[in-house]
C-alpha cells in the first residue's frame, strides 16, 4: 500500500483513480489509511462479493474467501482491461500498471 502511496501522482497524470480492497472492515481501513498516511481509497469487501467475483478467492491459514494478491486496470465505463495477480511475496510491479494505464 506504501508503493501506491508514494507513486500516487504519477497515477494522476495519467488519470487512473487508485483504490485499495481488502476483505477488512471499513473501520480497519480507517486505521490503515491513518496508519500509513494513504492517499487513496480503500474499499471494503466484507462479504466477499469482489474476491468471487473477480475469481481471486483462496483459503489462507484456516480462512475462507481470502483475496490473493491482485491488481485490475478498469476503463471509464467499469470493464476490467487488464488483470495481474501476484504471490504473498511479490510486489505489484507499478511500471507495468503505469504503462498498461497508458496504452488505454
Known amino acids: 500500500m506504501e508503493l501506491?502511496?508514494?507513486r500516487r501522482e504519477e497515477f494522476d497524470r495519467i488519470g487512473v483513480k487508485p483504490l485499495g480492497?481488502?476483505?477488512?472492515?471499513?473501520?480497519?481501513?480507517?486505521s490503515w489509511m491513518q496508519?500509513?498516511?494513504?492517499?487513496?481509497?480503500?474499499l471494503s469487501d466484507w462479504n466477499a462479493e469482489a474476491v468471487?467475483?473477480?475469481?481471486?478467492?483462496?483459503?489462507?491459514?484456516g480462512f475462507k474467501d481470502i483475496a490473493?494478491?491482485?491488481a485490475f486496470l478498469?476503463?471509464?465505463?467499469?470493464?476490467?482491461?487488464?488483470a495481474w495477480s501476484y504471490e504473498d511475496s511479490e510486489v505489484p510491479d507499478f511500471?507495468?500498471?503505469?504503462?498498461?494505464?497508458?496504452?488505454?
Not at 52 to 60: A, E, I, N
Open 21 to 30: 480492497v481488502s476483505r477488512d472492515s471499513p473501520w480497519t481501513h480507517i
Open 52 to 61: 468471487l467475483g473477480f475469481g481471486v478467492s483462496r483459503d489462507f491459514r
Open 4 to 6: 501506491l502511496r508514494d
Open 95 to 104: 511500471d507495468d500498471l503505469i504503462r498498461a494505464a497508458q496504452a488505454l
Open 35 to 42: 496508519a500509513l498516511d494513504l492517499n487513496f481509497g480503500l
Open 74 to 82: 478498469a476503463d471509464g465505463e467499469g470493464r476490467v482491461r487488464a
Open 68 to 70: 490473493r494478491r491482485a
